[in-house]
C-alpha cells in the first residue's frame, strides 16, 4: 500500500540523517582530538589519573593529579615524568593547577581538603606548603570539605609598579565560595620584577628539557 511505502521512506530517511549526524559527530571529534593531525603524546600509565593542567608559561609542560596523591610534570616530549613527586598526600589529588603569575608554582588539592603548593625555584623534591582546609567549612566532623580551586589571573595595576594581589578561591562542598589573598612567596610578583621573573624562568625552563631523553 502507499501509506506502507511512505512510512518505510520516512523511517529510512530519519535511518539516513541519525547516521548522517553521527558520521560528522565522529569527524568533528576526531578533528578536535588529532590536534591538526599530529601525533598524540601518550603518558607513562600509574594510578587513576584525576586531574590534568597544561602549564600556562610553557605549552610543552603539564601537571597530572593521580588518585594515589602523587602529582607528575610532564613533557610533551617525553612519555614519563620529569619530575614525580610520590604521596604527597594520603588521599587522591582533586585538581591541580598551575599558578598564572608565577611561571614555577604550582598547587595541588586532595579530598581530604590538603592543599600543596610547589615551588621549582625552592624545591625540586618536594611542596613547599602543605595545609589542611578542612577548618573553612566550620564543620569539625568534615562533612563540608573543599571541592575545588581556582586562582585569579596575573594582572598588574595600570600606572604602578605593583602587581594586583594573587587570589585564591575555594569551593566548598556546602556550595559557599571561600577568597583568599595569596603571601609574595606564592603569589604575583612586583611588575618590576617580572623581566627578571621571565629570565629566571628560561634558566629553569632549559634545566627542566634537560631531563628529556
Given at each position: 500500500p502507499r501509506s506502507a511505502s511512505a512510512s518505510a521512506s520516512a523511517s529510512a530517511s530519519a535511518a539516513a540523517a541519525r547516521a548522517s549526524?553521527?558520521?560528522?559527530?565522529?569527524?568533528?571529534?576526531?578533528?578536535?582530538?588529532?590536534?591538526?593531525?599530529?601525533?598524540?603524546?601518550?603518558?607513562?600509565?600509574?594510578?587513576?589519573?584525576?586531574?590534568?593542567?597544561?602549564?600556562?608559561?610553557?605549552?610543552?609542560?603539564?601537571?597530572?593529579?593521580?588518585?594515589?596523591?602523587?602529582?607528575?610534570?610532564?613533557?610533551?616530549?617525553?612519555?614519563?615524568?620529569?619530575?614525580?613527586?610520590?604521596?604527597?598526600?594520603?588521599?587522591?589529588?582533586?585538581?591541580?593547577?598551575?599558578?598564572?603569575?608565577?611561571?614555577?608554582?604550582?598547587?595541588?588539592?586532595?579530598?581530604?581538603?590538603?592543599?600543596?603548593?610547589f615551588d621549582l625555584f625552592r624545591s625540586m623534591q618536594e611542596p613547599v606548603l602543605r595545609h589542611s582546609l578542612r577548618a573553612l567549612g566550620g564543620d569539625v566532623e568534615g562533612e563540608t570539605h573543599v571541592v575545588c580551586l581556582a586562582l585569579s589571573p596575573a594582572a598588574g595595576r595600570a600606572g604602578t609598579s605593583t602587581a594586583a594581589p594573587a587570589l585564591l578561591a575555594l569551593g566548598l562542598s556546602d556550595g559557599n565560595v571561600s577568597v583568599h589573598t595569596l603571601s609574595d612567596e606564592l603569589g604575583t610578583r612586583a611588575v618590576k620584577a617580572r623581566d627578571e621573573a621571565r629570565a629566571e624562568w628560561r634558566r629553569k625552563l632549559r634545566e627542566l628539557e634537560s631531563f628529556v631523553a
Open positions: 549526524a553521527a558520521a560528522a559527530a565522529r569527524a568533528a571529534q576526531a578533528s578536535v582530538l588529532r590536534g591538526g593531525g599530529g601525533a598524540s603524546p601518550r603518558v607513562h600509565g600509574g594510578s587513576l589519573v584525576t586531574s590534568l593542567h597544561f602549564c600556562p608559561h610553557a605549552a610543552e609542560l603539564f601537571l597530572v593529579g593521580r588518585e594515589d596523591g602523587s602529582v607528575s610534570l610532564y613533557h610533551l616530549a617525553c612519555d614519563r615524568p620529569l619530575l614525580k613527586y610520590d604521596d604527597v598526600t594520603l588521599a587522591p589529588i582533586v585538581q591541580v593547577a598551575w599558578s598564572p603569575g608565577r611561571p614555577g608554582v604550582f598547587w595541588a588539592l586532595d579530598r581530604d581538603s590538603t592543599l600543596c603548593a
